[in-house]
């Protein structure tokens, strides 16, 4: 079986890069993305059981892989929240489905949200990147018209075994994530001009 393209690329151009610009000595150093977390919660006060079954269908559409609906830990009455009562779907992807999810996520959903000019570049301080999406349609597997669901909103958890900030958003740059370009300062825009 053919290796995913992206995971191919990483292989061959992002591996060799990413060494030469942070002069690892090994190649066990280079980070790598070690799984994704795709978690969309809901409040489960006002969901229906089909709105539950919708919602884990299109996020199995969505990841290629089959999400599973989570739910609450513990009782919270502010919340109006019981044990056991569901309050979200999810879904981990390793391997083949996490690098054929990062790919169509970075070359085709991303650009096709409306005025996108990038994403931003904070991490999390451990060299994990985390997005929240809004609206679930800009993925191709999911059609347009929504009906009565409306636009489903999900975090995405990008997680590497990056040990810094730093590597973690070369990583992902080198794989194609379209981080937002830093506006420029005023000193640095009348250097630029001179």
């Known amino acids: 079986m053919e290796q995913p393209y992206l995971k191919k690329y990483y292989l061959d151009e992002v591996v060799a890069g990413l060494t030469k610009k942070f002069a690892y000595s090994n190649r066990h150093q280079v980070p790598s993305v070690s799984k994704i977390v795709i978690n969309s919660g809901f409040n489960p006060n006002?969901?229906?059981?089909?709105?539950?079954?919708?919602?884990?269908?299109?996020?199995?559409?969505?990841?290629?892989?089959?999400?599973?609906?989570?739910?609450?830990?513990?009782?919270?009455?502010?919340?109006?929240?019981?044990?056991?009562?569901?309050?979200?779907?999810?879904v981990?992807?390793?391997?083949?489905?996490?690098?054929?999810?990062?790919?169509?996520?970075?070359?085709?959903?991303?650009?096709?949200?409306?005025?996108?000019?990038?994403?931003?570049?904070?991490?999390?301080?451990?060299?994990?990147?985390?997005?929240?999406?809004?609206?679930?349609?800009?993925f191709p597997e999911i059609s347009g018209d929504t009906g009565s669901r409306g636009n489903i909103g999900m975090d995405i958890t990008i997680v590497t075994d990056a040990t810094t900030d730093d590597e973690g958003r070369e990583l992902l740059r080198m794989l194609g994530m379209?981080?937002?370009?830093?506006?420029?300062?005023?000193e640095e825009e009348a250097a630029a001009a001179s």
């Open 46 to 90: 006002n969901k229906d059981k089909n709105w539950i079954a919708d919602l884990q269908k299109d996020i199995t559409s969505i990841a290629g892989q089959r999400a599973v609906v989570t739910k609450a830990k513990k009782s919270v009455s502010n919340f109006k929240l019981r044990e056991g009562m569901p309050n979200g779907v999810m």
């Open 92 to 138: 981990t992807l390793r391997g083949r489905q996490m690098y054929d999810f990062l790919y169509r996520f970075i070359a085709i959903a991303l650009p096709s949200i409306r005025d996108f000019r990038g994403v931003g570049s904070k991490l999390d301080g451990s060299g994990n990147y985390n997005i929240g999406i809004t609206d679930h349609t800009i």
């Open 178 to 186: 379209p981080f937002r370009k830093s506006t420029p300062t005023p």
